[in-house]
């Protein structure tokens, strides 16, 4: 097959205008082509008067020999090359007389992916999760987001599924991707039900309801092929002796003994965080970001970003990405953007109050939603301790509870009232999507004051790219501390914690991951780091 790239079209163009387009560009007849696979769908809407959509392209051609002589021909053309193989291949196979079974702790994407592959490989894992599975999971935090009964082991943070599961389900990454694992991510997904467009589109969304049942059908897979899933099940302490992994302990008192165990946990669990760093697994502290989540009408974004063909299928609704570097040296971005989507909360700790976004598939509700936040780091921000950036979201998080009235609501106000400094007004024309509830207060007390004055400078700079970012009516609810993970647990390059053999750190818990899509990757890349040693490979 040839691979076509940089082919672009008008947004309304006719469907065989793609046919035109592939036999202009290689200079053939519409019957020298068999049939194209269209790789990868995007759109360029800088110019909103004449959106661009750019095609990604698989060719096939009636004659091999043709397509050889056209990769010739085209050699020195960067949009005209072979379709590279893409399909996954596994590392190794598990022998029959298997005598150990990997641990895997935490099913969150990273999990998951881990678990399925080392399945897959016929591996067997046992996969410990502390929270419930999902459909259990979707009542305890429905339970949270009506009637303010927090679940402190079962929420958006914890259970089947991880953090991503009540999500906007945004699966892309600008991880560097070689060897093509997002593909076998994104492939399983679609086996276990995703739709089939999240292969081509540029930026595919499954939305929250799908993303359950998906994972119900990829734990049937892992279980099928012999691993097994413990549900409400925590990993409470690990056996390590000579700098190597030799068990580890549930908090059912329950011993496991493996030398292989994959640490997915997330970047929510902080008491896991505390007991790895007691028993000495070396962790440094890293960068993460805080903030607030912005709301705006979606009508507003889609207006701003697609001018006269806001509203357009294809298009969807529209998203976009911010970023300003403020005077006082920081900088300021949009993040976990869900266009049509709710801000839902998103606390796993008891009298805390932290946000975060999500939608449907159908990106249909009023409001877009992002996260608006200013990047901190260890150096200036948290020194002298390596979990340190957990005691400052903690703080954030429990003053946020206070300002909201201490009911789980969380403080909120409007975009015109945090400009002017002016706290305690009412809401304008945008509608908080938050359940629980808000609290109208003064936002500026919820973050530092370096924060807070970025913050202020940014909004009004966004106005110039999206217009009416800064329009008095929007909302900002607070607060966002959980962006990624406050630590970064060391590993070498055979994917081992660098001081604790048997140890593999994977994930966004672990800071090799940030996005359901890297998390998936960083997953099957772990899980073929175990079976290799597993092996005795290289
Ligand atoms: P997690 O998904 O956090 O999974 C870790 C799992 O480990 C959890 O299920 C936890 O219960 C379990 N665990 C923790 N400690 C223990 C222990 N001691 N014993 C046993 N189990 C344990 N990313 C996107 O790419 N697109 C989005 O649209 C998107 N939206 C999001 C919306 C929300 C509301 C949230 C919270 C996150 C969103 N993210 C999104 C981020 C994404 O969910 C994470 O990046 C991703 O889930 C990280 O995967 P992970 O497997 O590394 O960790």
Redesign the pocket.
Known sequence: MIRLTEIKLPLNHAPEDLTTAITTKLKISAEQMASFVMFKRGYDARNKRNIQLIYTLDIILTDSDLAKDLLVQFESDNHVKPTPDTSYKYVGEAPENLTERPVV????????LAGLTLAQMGFKPII????NEVRQRTKDTFGFWRQRKLNT?SN??????????????????QVKDPNHYGRKVMTEFVKAGAPEEILFVSKP?IGTYKLVSMVEKMRAQIIELGGEIRFA????DLHITDSKITGVT??NGETLKTNHVIL??????R??FE?IHDKGVYVEAKPFSIGFRIEHKQSTIDKARFGDNAGNEILGAADYKLVHHCKNGRSVYSF?M?PGGTV?A?ASEEGRVVT????QYSRNERNANSAIVVGIDPERDYPNHPLAGIDLQRQLETLAFELGGKDYSAPAQTIGDFLKGKPNSELGDVKPSYTPGITLTDLSKALPDFAVDAIREAIPAFNKKIQGFSSDDGLLTGVET?T?SPISIKRNKDFQSINTKGLFP?????G?????????I??IKVAEAVAKSMLNIE
């Open positions: 702790i935490g099913f969150g994407p990273c999990g998951l410990i999760e502390r929270g082991e958006v943070q914890f259970g089947e599924g991880g953090a991503g599961t009540f999500s906007d389900g945004k699966l892309y990454s969304h099940t925590r990993v409470d549930l908090n997915a946990v997330g970047h929510s669990a008491d896991t007991m976990c869900c839902v998103a975060n976004g999500m939608s959980r990624s994977a994930g966004e818990g672990a090799y991951a940030g996005g359901i899509l890297s998390a998936g960083d997953g």
